[in-house]
């Protein structure tokens, strides 16, 4: 693996020309059938999904959505949900379920979007449910990083067995930005930030919280997007395999389990 | 012999429970929200409620608790949790110690069992004068204890959250603690349980994304400041003035978050009041 610093894999976890959701699942599914709706209230483009073949079987694939060019972007909300998308999302993952279909997830966002109508229809509860369904789906879920994953807006996609994220992802509280603005009072500190964060994958592999590294082309995926794709397919298709053997109630134990133990303090003997 | 520890216990919450209700001023002080003044001891015996405006001051843990529990049946879970500094992020031990001395607690989190109106629950409180009760992994891991006895123990739970979002020097593992909580909330609420969740001044960030918005019943104090994203960042992303009341506790119960706005003088007798009407809750 290349010795980047944070900054630059920052950098390249943004880069426009980086593969992203419409490319994995023209590259990796077929048929894919795209849901849209939470049936609640709304669409959301900031998240894409629906029902696709992968390798054949059906499965369900769900990701946040960015766009390339700035129309793209505008039309997406530059991949920030509001409450819709994370709602829709858990719409598809229970109806997964229903049908047992494994879940994929791809996740690429600077977060959840801090709007006036998000917070009046319940972004934060929006999230929280998810994190909470999650962890009781009875079907694999694997989440791939692809780019940023940024606060509580990622890790509502993120609750699976498996979280695999791309070499130069990163993956995070907020960004580089919003923790130097907090902390410091001056988000021009963010490079400083980014070696403070433990946001790469390799640190975040050590700290438990990732579960497997996906190689991208030397400089980034984006200079090579072909290669890349197929890493991604490797590993997922590799992860999938192995949860295929579980049944629905040791997934659900075992991804308790591995979220459980993230922070966990030593055992600690108390009887109250 | 039960008793003795019983008044021994009640004794220990008492004193912890006077340091924590402490507000600075000498004897008079003045409201932040209306700017009178009134006296001390007033405000004191009135929950830390201004008699003027009825604006709620932050609270304590202890002092919280105090509030709330039977006397005598206050028993901490996990007092001696330690707070962590997983990242080794540079100058972090010496601010959670600077808290620490503050305020007396080793984190921003407190847990207990205890009893309202005679019925055994398991609380937790989160204390905003800790790091602005943010979210670190010892607050994830105490609050997930807290739930995982509620769970065996098969006791309701109450929750009553406080917290500017998340501990910023403990990054990702500050965000795992979210799923964490939201995980073993699941497992609790299969088991048919009640879990109760009360959302004080400020209610923010991953706390919000979390477990303060997963109870069965969902409460809120008066005026208290609830959301996922900050008011600050808001007016920037949009730029526009927040209309008047946004994001306050009267306005998440407009928009059907909050199942009802409870006055502090009001609390235990409504959590007492829930406590009864679920009675009967634990499948068997
Ligand atoms: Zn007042």
Sequence with gaps: ??????????????????????????????????????????????????????????????????????EENLNCNFGMPNPEGYRKALRLMRQAEKFRRPIFTFIDTSGAYPGLEAEERGQGEAIARNLMEMSQLTVPVIAVITGEGNSGGALALGVGDRVLMLENAVYAILSPEGFATILWKDASRHEE??????????????????????????????????????????????????????????????????FRKMGAAAPEKENP | MNDIFAKRRARLLAMKAIRDNYIPGDKLVSCPHCGQESERKAVAEGLSVCPKCGYHWPLGA?????????????????????????????????KLESSQRKTGLTEAAVTATGAIGGRRCVVGVLDSRFLMGSMSAAVGEKITLAIEFATKNKLPLILFAASGGARMQEGILSLMQMAKTSAALARFSEKGLLYISVLTDPTTGGVTASFASLGDIILAEPGALI???????????????????????????EHGFVDAVVPRTEMRDTLARLLRLHEKGGRQ
């Design chain 1, 1 to 70: 693996m290349s010795e980047l610093t944070a900054a630059q894999r920052v950098a390249i976890a943004r880069h426009p020309q980086r593969p992203n959701i419409t490319d994995y699942i023209d590259a990796l599914f077929t048929d894919f059938f795209e849901q849209k709706g939470d049936r609640l209230c709304g669409e959301d483009g900031a998240v894409l999904g629906g029902v696709a073949l992968y390798h054949g079987r059906p499965v369900t694939v769900i990701g946040t959505r960015k766009g390339k060019t700035l």
């Design chain 2, 62 to 94: 202890y002092y919280r608790l105090s509030t709330i529990l039977d006397p005598g049946s206050f028993r901490e879970l996990h007092p001696r949790l330690p707070a962590g500094d997983p990242l080794s992020f540079p100058g972090y031990r010496t």
């Design chain 2, 227 to 253: 959301g996922f994203a900050g008011p600050r960042v808001i007016q920037q992303t949009i730029g526009e003035t927040l209309p008047e009341g946004f994001q306050r506790s009267e306005f998440q119960m």
């Design chain 1, 193 to 258: 930030a980014c070696d403070l964060m433990k946001l790469t994958a390799p640190d975040l592999l050590r700290l438990g919280v990732i579960d497997d590294i996906i190689p991208e082309p030397e400089g980034g995926a984006h200079l090579a997007p072909a290669i890349a794709l197929r890493q991604v397919d490797r590993a997922i298709s590799r992860h999938l395999a192995e949860l295929d053997s579980e049944s629905g109630k040791s997934l659900v134990a075992a991804r308790y389990q591995k």
